[in-house]
């Protein structure tokens, strides 16, 4: 039985590559307010389900329901205006813009649909104040008039989250916001979420650090092979047997995977 609460809803989610089943009758509700963790061993089909959520792929079976409707097939800057923000693994600012720029041109992308003469007009003293107050929200204040491309991972990762908020999206897709990131830079981003949610957005994150995702996660759906593996609570999956045999072998704990899988 479904959730009522939830924002997110997939049901029998499949995507295949010819002969190759990269995920295989997926599902799961996400519900309002919660952290999600999409976890799982390299190649089990996290990223895939991220691309089918977000328009980048259409599934080849099953269905997406975001607040009851559905959006599987949808493109990508429908699903952004509908509400879905996203972030991606490996980060890509427009490098030679600054830190502010980046972020009122994707507030320019709200009304257009890809990056044109049209966002010029978005370069206003409004628009900047909006981009400044983003800038904020993810600590980059700072760093508005520096060059994009010559920022540190840790910062180019809070740039990516701040692009994905100036559309302002209800769900949040978080791709490896954490991988190569120092202690206090993971302290750091986690604070940042939490403060996300706090203010009403909704996260679903794809994490190989396991301690993270264990601290910061509500409840965690884990895949292996394309297909859901376990449900549940981080307690019950760091004990699942199943899990811990996926990610280490026989005879590991499936809480100390890291980040280096």
């Not at 190649?43 to 080849?60: D, E, L, Q, R, V």
């Not at 800057?77 to 980060?91: E, L, P, Y």
């Not at 759906?221 to 072998?249: C, M």
Request: proline letters at 3%; aromatic letters at 6%.
């Amino acid at each position: 039985m479904r959730n009522d609460r939830a924002i997110l809803q997939i049901s029998d989610l499949s995507k295949h590559f010819g002969g190759l089943k990269a995920v295989e009758r997926v599902s799961f509700d996400l519900l309002e307010g919660e952290i999600l963790g999409l976890l799982g061993p390299n190649g089990a089909g996290k990223t895939t389900c991220f691309n089918m959520i977000s328009g980048i792929y259409k599934p080849t079976s099953g269905s997406i329901l975001f607040h009851k409707k559905r959006t599987d097939g949808l493109s990508p800057h429908q699903m952004a205006r509908m509400g879905i923000g996203r972030t991606f693994q490996i980060v890509r600012p427009f490098a030679t813009m600054t830190v502010l720029e980046n972020i009122i041109i994707s507030l320019g992308l709200q009304n257009y649909q890809t990056i044109g003469r049209s966002s010029k007009k978005w370069f206003t003293p409004t628009t900047r104040q909006k981009a400044m107050e983003i800038l904020e929200q993810v600590s980059l204040c700072g760093l508005a008039f520096k060059k994009a491309g010559i920022l540190p991972l840790g910062d180019l990762r809070r740039l990516e989250i701040g692009r994905a908020l100036a559309l302002k999206p209800e769900l949040l897709l978080l791709d490896e916001s954490f991988s190569g990131l120092r202690h206090e830079k993971i302290s750091e981003m986690e604070k940042l979420i939490l403060s996300l949610v706090k203010k009403g957005i909704s996260v679903l994150l794809i994490e190989h650090n396991m301690k993270v995702a264990m601290k910061l996660c509500h409840r965690v759906v884990v895949l292996d092979h394309g297909r859901k593996l376990a449900e549940g609570t981080p307690e019950d999956i760091a004990s699942d047997t199943r899990v811990i045999e996926a990610y280490l072998g026989k005879g590991g704990s499936a809480y100390y995977a890291t980040s280096s899988e």
